[in-house]
C-alpha cells in the first residue's frame, strides 16, 4: 500500500481517537483532513457573505479532485501522497489512449472468470499487469498469482487475514522497521482484530511469530528496505508501492513471496483505488482472495477496465517508441514522471539551501536496467528535517506557515521530521518550496 | 448489504473453514465457488484433449459475466444474487444513455469533495441517489448525510464500526432475526473482531446492548421486516437492498437512522460494487466515512460516476415518461424489472406445483405508492421448502440435479429449505423452472 492513509501516532481528536488512543493508534487522516477543511472554510467561507462565497468556491473546485486551486496565500496540503502530478501526462496523447467508454449493459455480474482462483479480477487486468511487469522489469511476475484490491490498502490487509494462523493462538504480530508508513499501525489495529495486531518497530521485536512489512523504496524516507527479521517462523509482506522507475533505480526484478503494488503512484490514478498484489503460494492467495471477497465481494469492475486501458497505454507507449531515435517522449510515463521528480527535487534542494535549516537524505544513485544508465533516485516525498533551535514540533511549525504535512510521530520517528507529498500539482509544489526558501 | 456473499452456517472446506468453525462461522461462497469451477471444468475441461476444450471454453466466456453460457444439460448457479436479468434493459435505449466516457486524466485525485463530512462522494452521485429517493419514494433523503461503500457490504461493516462502542468493553453484539442473509455471521466475524461479534438470532437474544440488522425486504424470505428487539441500548441497521418496486410494494417513505442501499439489487450493476447509506446521525456518518477510509481509502470514482450516470438514465426515463400515454416502458426500469419478477414469479409457481414436492412463501399484496396500485411482492429470491420424504438436504438433493442453491442452515433455517436467486439469465431460469417442475 504506502499510498495515503491515516497515521499511526501520538495526536489525533474526538472520539475516534479516544478509542484508537487505547490502542496506541490514532485517527490522523480524519483529523488532517478536518484540519485542512477548517484552514478552507475559514479561507472561502468566511467573513460576511459566507453564503455567497461558498457558491463561488464549489463552482471552482476542480472536477477531477474535488480540490480549490491553490493560490500564492493558500493553504498548501501536501499531508497524503494526492498525485495530481500526473494529470498533465494523462491530458496530452497517451490520455486520450487511456479514455475509456463503458457501455450501460458491461460488466453486471459479480464474476470476472468464475472458473479462476481470483474469481472477481477481470481477466484483461491480470494481463496488462504482466505485461507491464516485463517492461519495467521491476518484478517477476510468471509463476504468481496476481489478485486485485480495492487499492493496495485493501491488499496489505488481505495478506494480513491470510498469514495470520487460523486457530486459537494469540494475534499475530505485525511491524515494520522505523520509520515506518504511517497507516500500518492504523490499518491493522482499528478493527481491533483477534488475528494480528500491530507490535511496533521490527527493530525492536524479539520474537519468532510476525508479519514484518517491507515497504521498498520506503515510505516515508525514499530508503531502499529489505527485511530486517529472518528469524523463526516470520514472514514478510513487500509494498513495492514505490518500485518504478521515475523514483527509484531499478536494480533487479524482485521475486518475494507476497508484493503489493498500486496503480496510485505508478500511474497517478488514486481516484480508481486499484492495486494488485504477485503472490506466489496458492493457499495464500486463496485466503488473499477470500478476505476481499469477505470485505467488498470483489473489486470494481469499472476500475479495474479503466486501470487496464491505463497500463496498457504505457506500455503500448513504449513498445510504439522502442527504435525511435527522437527524444519525443510525449507517450512514454516513466520518462515523463523522472523528468518532474528531477526538476522538483533539484528545486527543492535548492530551497532547502536557501533556507538552512533543513536537512534531505542523501540522494541514492544505482544502475537502473529500466533507464540502462546511472540514475539517483528520487522519491515521492520528502523526509524533511529541521535542525532549527525550538523547531521540536516541525508539523506544527509548517502548519503556522500554511503548509499541511505529516509529523515524524505518525511514523514512529520524532517531532523533527515530516514527510512532504512531492506528487502534487506544480502549482501547489511551487508555492511550497518558495515558502521553504525563505524560512530561516 | 443483503447482496451476495459468505454463508454462515455448518458446512465449509480447508483451512479457512476450520478457523471460521471456531467461531461458528462458515466460509461457504469460496466452497461453493469452488465447487461451481469444479463441475465447470469436468464439463469443459474433462476428457482427453482438455486443452483445446480449455482454449474453446476461453473464447466461450462472455466478456460481461466471466461465466459461460448455459445449456440444457449445464450446471444452474442460483447461489448468488447474480443480477444478470437487468442486462437485457441496459442493452436497450436506456443503455446508450447510461454509457460513460472517463478521459485518462479524469478523477486521479484521492478527493472528491474535501470539505465534505464523506470526503471521497462524488457530488454527482449524491445528486443522484437522492433524485431517485425522491422519484421512487421509498427513504427519506433529506436530513441524512449520503455515504458511498464499495458495496453495501462495506457499509454493514462500517456500520458496525461506527455502533460499537470505542472502549475497552466487551465486543457489541450483532443479531438478525433468522432467517437472516448469510452473510451476516461471516462477514461479522471474519476478523475476530474485538469491537462487535456475531450472536446469532435477534428473536433468542436477550441482552440491552446489540445492533440489530433489519433486512426488509427479507433476504432469504422476501417477508417484511421490522426491528424485533426494542430494548436497552440497542440500534438497527436497515438492509433495504430490496426495497425497490420491482420486488415489493413500496408502501412508505423509511426514516431510520442508518438505511443501506446497493446498485447491484436495484439496477442490477453488481460488477461496480456500489452501495450507498442514509445516515441521520452526524457522529455515526462521520466514522462510518472514517471506517471506509481506512479500508479501501474511498470508493473508486470510476464506479461512482458510473452509478450516477445509472441512476440519472433511470430517474430521466421516468421523467421523460411522464405525462406520457403510451405504454412504452422500454426506459422505465422499474416496470421492465417488475414485469419480469412477475413473470419468473408466475413461471416458478407452476412449475412448484407441477412437481407436488415443493412450497415457496405465500404472496404478499400491498398499496405501492409508487405504482399507485396494489400489487404483490416478487422477492428476489424464492425461499424454496421441500416436503419430500428423505430430502433432509435439499441443497445436495437440489446439486445432484445440477442445481446450485444456498441451504437454509446459512441463514439459521433447517436444511429442507435454500434460497433460490431469481434474478439470473432467462436461460438460466428458464432451465431451471424445467428441471424444478420435472422433479417429484
Known amino acids: 500500500m504506502a ?3 491515516g497515521g499511526g501516532g501520538k495526536d489525533g481528536g474526538g472520539g475516534m481517537a479516544a478509542q484508537a488512543g487505547r490502542l496506541g493508534v490514532v485517527a490522523s487522516v480524519a483529523f488532517n483532513l478536518a484540519a485542512l477543511a477548517f484552514y478552507l472554510r475559514r479561507r472561502y467561507f468566511g467573513g460576511d457573505d459566507a453564503a455567497a462565497a461558498r457558491k463561488k468556491a464549489e463552482a471552482e473546485v476542480a472536477p477531477s479532485s474535488g480540490k480549490p486551486p491553490v493560490t500564492k496565500d493558500s493553504i498548501i496540503n501536501l499531508d497524503h501522497g494526492d498525485p495530481m502530478m500526473y494529470e498533465a501526462f494523462w491530458r496530452g496523447g497517451a490520455g486520450e489512449r487511456a479514455t475509456i467508454v463503458i457501455p450501460g449493459w458491461q460488466t453486471m455480474s459479480y464474476f470476472s472468470d468464475v472458473g479462476s482462483l481470483c ?11 504482466r505485461r507491464l511487469h516485463r517492461l519495467v ?14 487499492g493496495s490498502t485493501q491488499l496489505f490487509q488481505a ?3 491470510a498469514l495470520s494462523p487460523p486457530g486459537p493462538s494469540a494475534p499475530m504480530n505485525v511491524v515494520s522497521p522505523a520509520p515506518y508508513y504511517s497507516s500500518y499501525p492504523a490499518v491493522t489495529d482499528f478493527l481491533k482484530s483477534g488475528l494480528y495486531r500491530w507490535a511496533g518497530d521490527a527493530k525492536m521485536f524479539d520474537g519468532d511469530t510476525y508479519v514484518e512489512l517491507v515497504c521498498s523504496p520506503s515510505n516515508p524516507d525514499g530508503g531502499i528496505r529489505e527485511a530486517v527479521l529472518k528469524s523463526g517462523d516470520g514472514v514478510a509482506v513487500h509494498d513495492l508501492a514505490y518500485y518504478w522507475p521515475q523514483y527509484t533505480p531499478i536494480t533487479s526484478a524482485a521475486a518475494h513471496d507476497i508484493m503489493l503494488f498500486t496503480v496510485s503512484k505508478c500511474t497517478g490514478h488514486a481516484g480508481t483505488r486499484l492495486g494488485w498484489a504477485l503472490v506466489k503460494d496458492r493457499a495464500v ?8 471477497e469477505l470485505n467488498t465481494i470483489g473489486v470494481s469492475k469499472d476500475s479495474q477496465l479503466r486501470a487496464a486501458k491505463i497500463l496498457k497505454a504505457i506500455t503500448d507507449g513504449y513498445d510504439r517508441a522502442a527504435g525511435d531515435d527522437d527524444d519525443d517522449s510525449s507517450g512514454r510515463l516513466f520518462h515523463f514522471a523522472r523528468r518532474k521528480m528531477v526538476s522538483r527535487w ?12 533543513f536537512t534531505l537524505p542523501d540522494e541514492l544513485p544505482g544502475h537502473c536496467t529500466f533507464a540502462n544508465e546511472t540514475v539517483s533516485a528520487y522519491p515521492p ?6 535542525g532549527k533551535e525550538g523547531v521540536d514540533d516541525l508539523e506544527g511549525y509548517l502548519r503556522e506557515r500554511k503548509i499541511i504535512s505529516r509529523g515524524g510521530g505518525k511514523f514512529g520517528a520524532d517531532g523533527r521530521v515530516v514527510r512532504i507529498s512531492m506528487l502534487d500539482t506544480d502549482e501547489a509544489f511551487a508555492i511550497f518550496v518558495d515558502r521553504l526558501a525563505a524560512m530561516n
Chains 1, 2 share one sequence.
Not at 474469481?119 to 499487469?129: C, K, M, S
Not at 522489469?137 to 480495492?150: E, F, P, Q, S, W
Not at 492467495?285 to 476481499?292: E, L, P, T
Not at 516525498?381 to 529541521?386: P, S
Open 285 to 292: 492467495a486463496q485466503k488473499m482472495s477470500k478476505f476481499i
Open 346 to 357: 533539484a528545486k527543492l534542494r535548492a530551497a532547502v539551501a536557501a533556507s538552512g535549516i
Open 159 to 161: 495478506a494480513l487475514y
Open 119 to 129: 474469481w472477481f479480477l477481470e481477466p484483461g487486468l491480470e494481463r496488462e499487469v
Open 381 to 386: 516525498f520528502a523526509w524533511l528535517r529541521c
Open 137 to 150: 522489469g521491476n518484478a517477476v511476475a510468471d509463476g504468481y498469482h496476481v489478485l486485485v484490491g480495492t
Open 3 to 5: 499510498t495515503m492513509g
